[in-house]
């Protein structure tokens, strides 16, 4: 019997959790979400407070039907909106707070179905207005059936950026802040030296470096082929782990190290298929086995499903 059918028949051996997260507190019916509380129905996300029905969120406060999301407060159906406060409505806008229905605004306050502005203010469909004319206009504009027809046509007369990158240097993909010499990576932040990652960003500490293919992962460092994994250091193939080092194949292990096949396990180390070996036995058996995986082919593989 091969290793992967080894693997695979300790895993379905083990319980499973219905519902995946870490150190979370009135999180109701959520999955895959992380260091959050009094949230519900949520998914995919880290550090949550008081949210609802919000996916691909980061540092979110009291918000509703929010996604990819982060650094912000008060905000409803918002969409790749970053360190917003009582925003609504709004798409791929950064420092923004009292808009409503804004595009692609940087820097902006008080404004009303405006994109692609810089640091405005008072703004109703990009036009300037004083504070008490915007008011009043304001509510003249509510009262309209095609707010939304009008809204659109500005849109589609507003230049859009081809790339979403902001302090990125030497990069390719969308959405990267604060990244240097990654290689198609999409929705990252504090990423360096990386390539092929979805949803990576920082949580415990401040980046992820030479890492790749990697899904809705935070803090990584030197690991390959990882699925929801917080603080990984030198571990590949693993899936659902967290404050996990030097592992492979490894699903639901948190705060250990050195582990090989192992499933569900806590505060463990030097263990292969759940079985404690000594450092050195431990050693000596990762290196044999790795190299039988090989010549199986079955290394970098998982198991198949039925």
Known sequence: MTFLQDFRNLYQKQPHIAVHGYQNE?????????????SYLSFDSDVLRDCLYCDFTEKLNTSAD???VSGSELCYECLDCRNCYNCNYCQECQRCHDCVLCHDCLGCNNCYGCTGLRNKEFHIFNQKYSKDDFRQELKKILSQENVLEIFEEIKQKTPRLGER???????TGDFLYNCQNCIK??????CQDCGYLLHVYPAYHTRSADTYDVY??????GCYEIINVGDGYNCNFCYFC???????YCEGCFSSHHLFGCVYRNHAEYEILNVKYSPE??????SELKEQMKADGEWG???EAD
Do not use: A, P, Q
């Not at 009135?26 to 009094?38: P, V």
């Not at 809705?216 to 460092?221: A, E, P, Q």
């Open 26 to 38: 009135n999180c109701r019916y959520g999955d895959f979400i992380y260091l959050s509380k009094d």
């Open 66 to 68: 929010c996604t990819h």
């Open 165 to 171: 990158m902001w302090k990125t240097e030497n990069s």
């Open 185 to 190: 990576c999409y929705n990252c932040t504090e």
């Open 216 to 221: 809705h992962s935070v803090d990584l460092t």
């Open 242 to 248: 967290e404050h996990l080092k030097d592992s492979w």
């Open 281 to 286: 036995e431990w050693e000596k058996r990762v």
């Open 301 to 303: 593989k998982w198991w």
